[in-house]
Nanobody
Framework: EVHFVESGGGTVQPGGTLTLFCEAS????????MGWFRQAPGKDREFVAA????????YYADSVKGRFTVSRDNAKNTVSLQMTSLKPEDTAVYLC????????????????????WGQGTQVTVSS
């Protein structure tokens, strides 16, 4: 059974920093790209960042590029998301999943590989 456990969220002021963690199990972790997604109240879930199977290549939504860094540890089946210069619009529940991509109009579109999701971790950016 696929299982994701996210942690590390909290409340920070604009400009602050948080690092999120995800522990995955139930599938061959090192064979998959891993992704972070987020869902704000009243909005659809959206892609945030992904890292390929060996951690060498990473991909980001335009809204977080230059501020967030995704990384993984295949020995521990974990993926992290370091978030800096946080903005109020980053407020959301953050979730991880194995990630897959397809090319559309010259751009890579990322989505989750599995229908199963963890509880997520809440990030609130507010003064």
């Amino acid at each position: 059974e696929v299982h994701f456990v996210e942690s590390g969220g909290g409340t920070v002021q604009p400009g602050g920093t948080l690092t999120l963690f995800c522990e995955a199990s139930g599938f061959p972790f090192s064979s998959y790209a891993m992704g972070w997604f987020r869902q704000a109240p009243g909005k659809d879930r959206e892609f945030v960042a992904a890292v390929n199977w060996n951690g060498i290549n990473s991909y980001y939504a335009d809204s977080v590029k230059g501020r967030f860094t995704v990384s993984r540890d295949n020995a521990k089946n974990t993926v992290s998301l370091q978030m800096t210069s946080l903005k109020p619009e980053d407020t959301a529940v953050y979730l991880c999943n194995a990630a897959g991509s397809a090319r559309s109009n010259g751009k890579l579109i990322w989505g989750p590989e599995y229908d199963s999701w963890g509880q997520g971790t809440q990030v609130t950016v507010s003064s």
